[in-house]
């Protein structure tokens, strides 16, 4: 028995729209994909500035906010998979912005 391989092209990031509760993102194919922001736990807790402060990466096939040190692939939004950070790694983060700075 023969198996073939079928490739898939990824389309890239054309937009994205943060809203209270979703993460939408427009492909190049013409589809948009919105998932519940929640799957990003950083994104939701970022203020508007910080959810508009992002760049493409990846020639387009990823998303990343520096100030939030957050990456969103295509293919993860595509297979859909939320943020694999761990809730220590998250509660770390979460309390370094509750911080003061450094003197």
Not at 57 to 82: C, F, M, N, Q
């Amino acid at each position: 028995m023969l198996t073939s391989m079928i490739e898939i092209e990824l389309p890239t990031t054309e937009n994205i729209t943060i809203t209270e509760d979703t993460l939408t993102v427009d492909l190049s194919d013409g589809r948009t994909i919105s998932v519940p922001l929640a799957w990003y736990p950083r994104l939701s807790y970022a203020s508007p500035s910080e959810q508009n402060n992002w760049r493409l990466t990846g020639k387009g096939y990823g998303i990343h906010w520096e100030d939030l040190d957050e990456d969103v692939s295509v293919e993860g939004l595509l297979a859909g998979r939320p943020s694999g950070e761990s809730q220590t790694s998250f509660r770390n983060w979460l309390a370094s912005r509750n911080s003061p700075p450094a003197a």
